[in-house]
């Protein structure tokens, strides 16, 4: 499930190809923001860490990516830099394009 979310959140363009309902397209808009990014990024990274406390699989390495992604997300939010689009993976230009 956490991969699924994080394809349609990091690939907007997913969002105007795939058949995807209106509440989860909205669902999935809300992480725009560094800060909204950094929060979905730990909260999977914890459900990932908690999943470990049943026994040491190879989840850790997504665990520990998840965090560290987590961590770049919250940093650019505190350095003030603003989440840059892609043109590429369904930024502000692929509207554009596909109409």
């Known amino acids: 499930v956490c991969s699924f979310l994080l394809v ?3 690939i907007p363009l997913l969002l105007r190809i ?7 397209d909205a669902f999935v808009r809300r992480f725009t923001t560094n ?3 950094a929060a979905v990024y730990l909260v999977m990274s ?3 860490w908690l999943s470990l406390l049943a026994g040491h ?3 850790i390495a997504a665990a520990v990516v998840l965090l560290i992604a987590s961590l770049f997300y919250f940093l650019a939010g505190v350095k003030g830099q603003g ?3 892609s043109k590429t993976l ?3 230009g692929v509207a554009q394009m596909i109409v």
Not at 18 to 24: A, E, H, I, L, N
């Open 8 to 10: 349609f959140i990091e």
């Open 18 to 24: 795939c058949p995807t309902s209106s509440k989860f």
């Open 35 to 37: 800060y909204m990014r």
């Open 46 to 48: 914890i459900i990932q």
């Open 57 to 59: 699989t190879s989840l």
């Open 83 to 85: 989440f840059v689009g």
């Open 90 to 92: 369904g930024g502000q």
